[in-house]
Nanobody, 124 residues
């Protein structure tokens, strides 16, 4: 079992920045993928970013590449999503999620453990 607690959402103007945090606890396992997803009203949940717990390899959706940065602090069992140059279309509930495995899956249906979600609203 893995428990995830998110923090850091809020309201920001377009062009601004926010940093989301996801604190993990519980039973960890190897080949852990630490992911971020988001879901806007009326839309499906979509992949944002992944960082591998071991090795630190990162992956991004094209829509956020160059603007968002995922990182982890393994000593604190916490990972982060730094969001810069935010756009109104980034407005969504953001979720952290983890899964084991070698493949960094981008399909949310492949993730078992989820945070509670945090609202990010970007005003124009």
């Amino acid at each position: 079992q893995v428990q995830l607690v998110e923090s850091g959402g809020g309201l920001v103007q377009a062009g601004g920045s926010l940093r989301l945090s996801c604190a993990a606890s519980g039973r960890f396992f190897s080949d852990l993928n630490l992911a971020w997803f988001r879901q806007a009203p009326g839309k499906e949940r979509e992949f944002v970013s992944i960082i591998r717990w071991t090795g630190g390899n990162t992956y991004y959706a094209d829509s956020v590449k160059g603007r968002f940065t995922v990182s982890s602090d393994n000593a604190k069992n916490t990972y982060y999503l730094q969001m810069d140059s935010l756009k109104p279309e980034d407005t969504a509930v953001y979720y952290c999620a983890v899964r084991g495995g070698v493949v960094p899956a981008t399909n949310p249906n492949q993730y078992l453990y989820w945070g509670q979600g945090t609202q990010v609203t970007v005003s124009s």
